[in-house]
């Protein structure tokens, strides 16, 4: 468990912390129109009618948008509610034209569920469940520009009326890394499940922080809530100043205000969002709109069949293979990298040999050339029939490093390039013990002093003896062929 | 219950609509005399019986995740969109500045 601690003047603290994570649910539809949610448009091009509010209009619920958060509760095992019901959660404000959010607050879609996090990636092995509340799914609103006029903001309401799913912790993490480890499995679990696209530089995740401290054993001290933090880093940010900043309050014999806060990028510090605190009146009640949301045991069997291998599984099923626990958990990590990984392994190769390579060399590549396993050059049958020369002594492992890298940069078939540059790995003893014959010739100095006992030189003849062969000669051949000549 | 012409006003303030004194103080009383009729039928057993949400039996109509399938309710209408607001600028509503 988390030993985090605040060493305050009186002794350590403990921090405790709650996140809810608004994600964007992926739909071509918003929630409640038809019109179209892909980011990045023109300002009001995206908008109808009904996103606007204009009079009259009714919202008619996205099938798509309910079926991703159902398929999401199942993939954290969460209880699916087949009854749920609407709210209006009212405010206002220039980015909600409506004057009220349609959210749930009474009967969400998804009740109480779990996810398994690894704050330590060293040892993905000691994981700490952390509780889920709910996931309920809720319209999304505009965005305002307050610098393109000096006296005016601009409203663009592309965004208002998009699906988001709420997705509610339990205050169960009790350090940043835990939240960062929260945060990342999520993020993880929505890609796999392809229910949001976790992109959070497009604002598709955000999450408010609910933090508190207390004395360890202690009860529950009163929260601070930091809205809107909008990555992992900024989320582990947020909550260490925000540990640190109510400690010093205390001690100084102040006391916690429950209030809503904002994160600062830049100083990583967070403040106080006062101004907003009337809004917390939001007398929500139930939409008139909308007849309570009642799902058919079809559905839900339908959703339930449509789930991908989750991480966890995947992990676990990799490990079975000889896989270590940290390759497994890396490969796993990203959806994109564990897709391709899968299809290596059906493409044929070796499951440890495969997730070696796959790790070290081509992820390194990979980052050494900016790009991700999405624009890879390489394809996972190509990988395959990489891993498969090797596996059958075509290619040494430098051989096989000099043809990977020919692949990177033309995207051919290993074996036409083992054809086409001769790179072929040669076992051929004849062939061998003439270049070391000729190597040992032109050495007399370093034979006299490896046979008078200096033993590292063995290395010297190794090096010798593969360079005159173009590092083509098979390295087992040579170190036996090499033995018995210097003997 | 009776509502006070203090909660008026705060209520008022949260929807964003101005009434004088004058008005909170009528209002007071009628809105008393609202919840004084609700609170009159709470007073009816309802032990056992559903919630009603609707007087004919209706199910939830959903919709396919299709853009723009009905005119009415698609997107792509910025222009009539921005027909009637008060003061458009570049493809944006404006309002006053409101600013954290």
Known sequence: MSDYRIQGATGEWEVVIGLEVHAQVTSNAKLFSGAATAFGAEPNTQVSLVDAAMPGMLPVPNMECIRQAVRTGMAIDATINRWSRFDRKNYFYADLPQGYQISQLYHPLVGEGAIEISPDDRNPDATKTIGVERIHVEQ???????????????????????????????????????????????????????????NMEEGSMRADVNVSVRKVGDELGTRTETKNVNSVRF???????????????????GRIVQETRLFNVESGTTRSMRSKE????YRYFPDPDLLPLELEEAFLADCRASLPELPDA????????????????????????????????????????AANWTTSELFGALNRTGRDIATSPVS?????????????????????????????????????????RGLKQTSDTGAILAVIAEVIARSPNQLA???????????????????????????AVVNELLKKALA | MSVDTATVKKVAALARIAITDEDAARLAPELSNILGWIEQLEGVNTAGVEPMTAVIPNQLRLRDDVIDADPLTGGGIRDALMANAPQAEHGFFTVPKVIE
């Not at chain 1, 290395?459 to 005159?468: D, E």
């Open chain 1, 380 to 420: 996972p049958s190509q990988a395959a029939e990489l891993l498969a020369l090797v596996a059958d002594g075509t290619l040494s492992g430098s051989l096989a490093k000099q043809v990977f890298e020919v692949m990177l940069e033309t995207g051919d078939a290993p074996a036409r390039i083992v054809e086409d």
């Open chain 1, 235 to 253: 989320v582990m940010a947020a909550i260490e100043y925000e540990a640190k900043r109510q400690v010093e309050v205390i001690e100084d014999g």
């Open chain 1, 140 to 198: 999304d609103a505009g965005k305002l520009m307050h610098d393109q006029h000096p006296t005016r903001s601009y409203v663009d309401l592309n965004r208002s009326g998009v699906a988001l799913m709420e997705i509610v912790s339990r205050p169960d993490m009790r350090s940043p890394a835990e939240a960062g480890a929260y945060l990342r499995k999520l993020r993880a679990i929505l890609r796999y499940v392809g229910s949001c696209d976790g």
């Open chain 1, 314 to 353: 995947k992990r676990k099923r990799y490990e079975g293979l000889g896989i270590s626990a940290y390759q497994a958990d890396v490969l796993t990590a990203e959806v994109e990298a564990a897709r391709w990984f899968d299809a290596l392994l059906e493409a044929g190769a070796k499951p440890v040999a």
């Open chain 1, 278 to 281: 009337d809004a917390h009146d």
């Open chain 1, 449 to 475: 002093q490896y046979r008078g006992g200096k033993e590292t030189l063995f290395g010297y003849f190794v090096g010798q003896t593969m360079k005159a062969m173009g590092g083509k000669a098979n390295p």
